[in-house]
Nanobody, 120 residues
Framework: VQLQASGGGLAQAGGSLRLSCTAS???????GAWFRQAPGKEREFVAL????????YYADSVKDRFTISRDNAKNTVYLQMNSLKPEDTAVYYC???????????????WGQGTQVTVSS
């Protein structure tokens, strides 16, 4: 499977962006997730969703502002980002896994990353 992330860009603080991650080659694995990496920092977990979309989990830093969802018919996982803050600036990566987890080691397939920049 290959992942293609899109939807990044420039937003003002308080604004919104929606990221998409589409899988090709095979149906999406059980768990889809988003991670992000800010300049000079390690990559960190953002959110995950299970295959039927009923179970989600968020990092505390994005809870109540970001929403992860998926459309299995389109093999796509989304990340709706609202109330953006400058500290959300990072390269966002999507990933898939057959098992639940918030660490990078759980995820075997990664997208190429999409830049999100939030200005104050």
């Amino acid at each position: 499977v290959q992942l293609q992330a899109s939807g990044g860009g420039l937003a003002q603080a308080g604004g919104s962006l929606r990221l998409s991650c589409t899988a090709s080659g095979r149906a999406f694995s059980i768990y889809g997730a988003w991670f992000r990496q800010a300049p000079g920092k390690e990559r960190e977990f953002v959110a995950l969703i299970n295959r039927n979309g009923r179970d989600t989990y968020y990092a505390d830093s994005v809870k109540d502002r970001f929403t992860i969802s998926r459309d299995n018919a389109k093999n796509t996982v989304y990340l709706q980002m609202n109330s953006l803050k400058p500290e959300d600036t990072a390269v966002y990566y999507c990933a898939v896994s057959q098992r639940y987890g918030t660490t990078e080691a759980n995820y075997s397939v990664w997208g190429q990353g999409t830049q999100v920049t939030v200005s104050s």
